[in-house]
């Protein structure tokens, strides 16, 4: 292969689903060339889509691949998708682009993902149209009784979907219904840019979702017109979103780079429990979810520890998970086995990698667990660490990290992005988000105050925790991509002290 550079486009310019995939890209030799993040948009204001496209035109020659966020291309970002107006023909002419490059450049493949349209089940309009605030958790609770009651005839069902329908203006639920079907008319197009070649492989992740809803009718849909195209080889659909960047790289890369799959095995924290856990914003069971993670990176799950390539260890604690950013505890806790633990510490003593999942909370690591975890093994020692968003977001970054940088994970580049993802989930999301959240309200603190509040609490606290942990890096910088708090962006620095041997 002349070029090691695969050209993307990502769902936004937040640093996790941009600066961070770059990131673990490089660790596998190859560069992941992107658009500015001046030019990706800002939260609610959509990227200037023409101007990406010729971004993608000039850098398309020389590219060994492409992986491109259609929400980008279409809409000008995921955020976006949910609310701008563009009718269907206007949105189905900006993926014209995918059909010229193939004809262009027939040896690049071209990895694309498009988000199913999320029902958030609160009354946040932050990333909605802007009813959501009014009646965001009618329209879940209509969607996902509606559905319910379709799949499972249940009258009871039937009548409180109607109650909550009733309970929408009709103009609304009307531009609701609309921009769904909209947006899952443009997801049925690209399904037909696969089947004419032009999309190499098309993953469909569905976003923010649960078992039942509009989007999982939509879903069976999909899943149905997928085997009637005979794409089920090409296509995925499974629960996700900010996380296929990261996954369809790696698989990418491992395409390119003709290296064998990597192999898993799943070491659970709570074996009790895991087998029946749904996680949070997720339609299927949680084992489920981990077994399409692994396949979206192009691995597989092994039969045994002695076979695998790394260890998967999967931390839960009890039947349901937590919630830091909803303060949600966790309802039944269930600590760390010791039996699991001394398992890590004899596979670490062995060299075995080792990959931690830590997905007993969403939006947000568990304490206790990394605590326990610390005291049997350095954290310096793992191969990788997440535990940041959905379940799926983290599974998916986690694998990806240890398909990318399967060469040494003792480089200094993944233990970069070790660092990063234990400070950024761990210490920022599960520790000093919640400090922030309750000192002050958002709403009354300007950008540029809410980033101080931020970067005095967490900055400090956090090098000293890395260079407690001898991670080999500081926080040199900490700023805040859409000037909220639920996002974090960190730059770190070479540790001036404590080494990370």
């Known amino acids: 292969m002349s070029a090691r550079r695969i050209v993307a486009l990502p769902v936004d310019g937040r640093p996790v689903v941009r600066a961070q995939v770059q990131s673990l890209v490089a660790c596998a030799g190859w560069k992941l060339a992107m658009p500015a993040v001046a030019d990706l948009g800002h939260l609610r204001r959509p990227a200037e889509r023409d101007r990406l496209a010729a971004w993608l035109a000039a850098e398309a020659p020389g590219a060994a691949g492409f992986v491109l966020s259609l929400d980008m291309l279409a809409y000008g970002g995921?955020?976006?998708?949910?609310?701008?107006?563009?009718?269907?023909?206007?949105?189905?002419?900006?993926?014209?682009?995918?059909?010229?490059?193939?004809?262009?450049?027939?040896?690049?493949?071209?990895?694309?993902?498009?988000?199913?349209?999320?029902?958030?089940?609160?009354?946040?309009?932050?990333?909605?149209?802007?009813?959501?605030?009014?009646?965001?958790?009618?329209?879940?609770?209509?969607?996902?009784?509606?559905?319910?009651?379709?799949?499972?005839?249940?009258?009871?069902?039937?009548?409180?979907?109607?109650?909550?329908?009733?309970?929408?203006?009709?103009?609304?639920?009307?531009?609701?219904?609309?921009?769904?079907?909209?947006?899952?008319?443009?997801?049925?197009?690209?399904?037909?840019?696969?089947?004419?070649?032009?999309?190499?492989?098309?993953?469909?992740?569905?976003?923010?979702?649960?078992?039942?809803?509009?989007?999982?009718?939509?879903?069976?849909?999909l899943e149905r017109r997928v085997v009637e195209l005979g794409l089920d080889q090409r296509v995925a659909i499974y629960p996700g979103?900010?996380?296929?960047?990261?996954?369809?790289?790696?698989?990418?890369?491992?395409?390119?780079?003709?290296?064998?799959?990597?192999?898993?095995?799943?070491?659970?924290?709570?074996?009790?429990?895991?087998?029946?856990?749904?996680?949070?914003?997720?339609?299927?069971?949680?084992?489920?979810?981990?077994?399409?993670?692994?396949?979206?990176?192009?691995?597989?799950?092994?039969?045994?520890?002695?076979?695998?390539?790394?260890?998967?260890?999967?931390?839960?604690?009890?039947?349901a998970q937590g919630d830091w950013a909803m303060q949600k505890p966790l309802p039944q806790p269930v600590a760390p086995a010791p039996d699991w633990l001394?398992?890590?510490?004899?596979?670490?003593?062995?060299?075995?990698?080792?990959?931690?999942?830590?997905?007993?909370?969403a939006n947000g690591g568990d304490p206790v667990m990394v605590g326990a975890v610390a005291a049997t093994l350095p954290l310096r020692g793992l191969a990788a660490y997440a535990g940041w968003n959905t379940a799926s977001n983290s599974l998916g970054s986690l694998l990806a990290q240890c398909v990318l940088a399967r060469a040494d994970y003792r480089a200094p580049a993944n233990r970069a992005v070790l660092c990063l993802r234990l400070l950024e989930d761990l210490v920022y999301q599960a520790i000093v988000r919640q400090a922030v959240r309750l000192g002050a309200c958002e709403a009354d603190l300007a950008p540029a105050a809410l980033r101080e509040r931020v970067a005095l609490a967490f900055a400090p606290h956090a090098t000293a925790w890395a260079r407690g942990h001898g991670l080999g890096f500081e926080v040199a910088n900490v700023y805040l991509p859409w000037d909220r708090s639920f996002e974090i962006g960190i730059d770190l620095a070479p540790a001036r002290e404590a080494s990370c041997n």
């Open 78 to 221: 995921l955020v976006p998708s949910r609310f701008i107006a563009d009718e269907l023909d206007a949105l189905k002419q900006r993926l014209d682009l995918l059909p010229a490059l193939k004809a262009a450049y027939p040896g690049a493949p071209i990895y694309a993902f498009a988000a199913t349209m999320r029902i958030s089940n609160n009354d946040v309009n932050e990333e909605e149209k802007e009813y959501w605030s009014q009646y965001g958790s009618l329209i879940w609770r209509w969607s996902y009784l509606a559905d319910r009651a379709a799949m499972r005839g249940d009258p009871e069902d039937v009548a409180a979907a109607q109650a909550a329908r009733d309970a929408i203006p009709a103009p609304i639920r009307e531009d609701y219904l609309d921009t769904r079907a909209r947006n899952a008319a443009l997801v049925e197009h690209a399904l037909e840019l696969v089947a004419d070649g032009s999309i190499d492989r098309l993953v469909l992740p569905q976003d923010d979702t649960a078992e039942f809803g509009f989007n999982i009718a939509e879903r069976r849909r």
């Open 241 to 319: 979103a900010d996380e296929v960047m990261h996954t369809l790289c790696a698989r990418m890369v491992g395409a390119l780079a003709g290296v064998a799959p990597l192999s898993f095995h799943l070491h659970c924290s709570d074996p009790e429990h895991v087998a029946s856990l749904r996680a949070l914003y997720e339609d299927r069971p949680l084992l489920a979810a981990v077994a399409s993670q692994v396949a979206a990176v192009g691995g597989r799950i092994a039969a045994g520890a002695e076979e695998a390539d790394v260890i998967l260890a999967i931390h839960t604690s009890g039947p």
């Open 342 to 361: 001394a398992a890590l510490a004899a596979w670490h003593a062995a060299g075995k990698p080792i990959a931690l999942a830590d997905l007993a909370y």
